[in-house]
């Protein structure tokens, strides 16, 4: 259903600081695939995410969704149709919002506007559900600003937000990097929920190993803007971290892993 066939992505080309970003990205995902997407610093998986949103264009090659061609395709009307949430618990939400009108803004996302801007009883209801699954305890604050709310919190409620709408596809930047250990666990079971429950494709970028292979059905490994391994289903579910790190030994790159990969 999501297709990318040769892209590549060159930052500030031709002056001192080109950076090649992505090349020869080719990935084609089924429906309900859930990648988990594993990588150095800068090996360009948040790039990777950025064009699938339409936030960088792609200079070559091809971006499909359901047959779509929407490599040129801008932010805001992918927007409709994708949910993101960030490493960062203050994007994503509106801080000086109550959870319920947060809520209410995710609801009516790439809708026409209307004139009753009010919440109704039902939807009042569904929201109440919702907070209740994340067992967070928010179903009894809907009024409370969404500032006051811890990074867990926010993540979550964030999570909720960007599948409040299903959306074609969820794209998740280390969305648990912020948060403490018990809290990222926490949050990453609901991500876990949320992505099952509503067959949603997914990418997970993630720094942690064990996390990658524990979570999805596929695992992509980038270096220096390229895939260089890709691996689903039965061969996934047997990885270990052992296997990952001698992936990475392949490319004869001391910084290919950082101490984040390792220390998590
Ligand atoms: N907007 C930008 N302008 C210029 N260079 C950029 C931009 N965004 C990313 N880059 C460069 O592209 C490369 C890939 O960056 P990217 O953010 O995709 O890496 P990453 O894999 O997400 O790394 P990290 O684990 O640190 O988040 C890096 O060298 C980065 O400096
Ligand atoms: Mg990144």
New binding site residues.
């Given amino acids: 259903m999501l297709k990318l066939t040769n892209v590549y992505k060159t930052?500030?080309p031709g002056t001192i600081?080109e950076?090649k970003?992505?090349i020869d990205i080719n990935i084609e995902l089924n429906e309900g695939d859930f990648v988990t997407v594993i990588?150095?610093?800068?090996?360009?998986?948040?790039?990777?995410?950025?064009l699938i949103a339409g936030v960088?264009e792609a200079d070559s090659g091809t971006v499909l969704l359901d047959s779509t061609d929407i490599t040129y395709q801008k932010e805001y009307r992918r927007s409709r149709y994708l949910g993101r949430v960030f490493?960062d618990p203050m994007m994503g939400t509106a801080a000086n919002m109550g959870i319920e009108e947060n809520l209410a803004m995710a609801f009516r996302r790439g809708k026409r506007r209307s004139l009753h801007w009010g919440i109704t009883h039902e939807e009042r209801l569904s929201y109440t559900e919702k907070l209740k699954m994340l067992d967070l305890g928010l179903e009894t604050r809907m009024k409370a600003k969404v500032g006051l709310l811890s990074g867990g919190q926010r993540q979550a409620l964030t999570l909720l937000m960007a599948t409040l709408q299903k959306p074609r596809v969820l794209l998740l930047?280390?969305h648990t990097a912020a948060l403490d250990p018990k809290t990222a666990k926490k949050v990453l079971e609901l991500t876990e929920e949320i992505i099952t429950r509503e067959n949603l494709t997914t990418f997970m970028?993630t720094?942690n190993m064990k996390n990658a292979i524990l979570y999805g059905n596929r695992l992509i490994m980038?270096y220096e803007?390229r895939i260089i391994f890709d691996i689903s289903g039965e061969e996934k579910k047997t990885l270990e971290v052992a296997d990952l790190l001698k992936k990475f030994e392949t490319v004869n790159d001391s910084d290919a892993v950082?101490d984040r990969m390792i220390l998590t």
Avoid: I, P, Y
């Fill in positions: 930052f500030n600081t950076r970003a992505l990588g150095g610093n800068g090996a360009g998986k948040s790039t990777l995410l950025n960088h490493q930047d280390e970028v720094h980038m803007g950082n």
